[in-house]
């Protein structure tokens, strides 16, 4: 009986979808743009946060040495700087590198740097990487207080700035996220209410036949389950072709080239996004359809 019940829930569903056809294109379509909405949105914040770490990662804090530190005050200063939390990697760097540094900087000007040949003018230094900049003033002060640091040459201001425009676009991401997800489900709801509206005659005969809400809701969200299954397969292939089509323009520009920064490869994101995608189109589908029926259940 269990399966007979299931049986006709899953025909009656697929039934559905093909008998109103106008209103199941309808649902289908307005779905996909949702959707297509919903993964721009997905693929931008993905890959405004994958720069942001590239960017984030390229700050760090130099620590400039003592010049009369001896190598194993050097070894000492690193190892202590290394156990201070919020460091991801200590990388040293000689007289000789710095002054390397600097002739590589100033390579366009070079009289700027012509007096400067003696590497004892370019003190050596430790090139401090973070884990998280929200620790960076932290670490700052905590290698102040150790011994044989002759300076601390940070970019402060820069780091506040990436970490405000980091919050703010993941903060913008989530409400345009809630907002698409509203609309959404309002949009699918009303199109589904036309279709339970068109046979709100078939619904009073079963009731009146004694024919329970579960029983009768049943088909209604097969259908729905199915028009979001599908929607969400078809806005999966058109992600995948918009995104490699705009990602292969923005990275052609000499912008990401000359800043050394890269996006998102489609591959990276695929299983997220189509698990997203899946999630959302039956979760829209389902609920929209018992939201639209809840009319003409009432006893």
Known sequence: MRFNGFTYLISEGFSNVFKNKKGTVISLITMICAMFMFGAAFAIGQN?????????????????????????????????????????TVTYKSKEQALESAKEAFKEYPDAIAGYTEEYIFPASFIVMLTDLSKAEGVESTIATLENVKNIRSSNDTMNTLLKISNGIRIAIIVVFAGLLVIAMTIISNTIKLTVHARRK??????YVGATNSFIRGPFLVEGIIIGFVAACITIALVTIAYDYVVAGIEASDILQTMNITLLHYSEILKMVSVVYVILGIGIGMFGSAFSMKKYLEV
Do not use: P, R, W, Y
Not at 61 to 85: G, P
Not at 202 to 207: C, D, F, L, N, R
């Open 48 to 88: 405004v946060n994958h720069v942001m770490e590239q960017v984030q990662a390229s700050q760090g804090i130099e620590v400039f040495i003592l010049d009369d530190a001896t190598d194993e005050q050097t070894n000492t200063l690193e190892a202590e700087i290394k156990k201070i939390d919020g460091v991801s």
């Open 202 to 207: 078939e619904i009073s005969i079963m009731k």
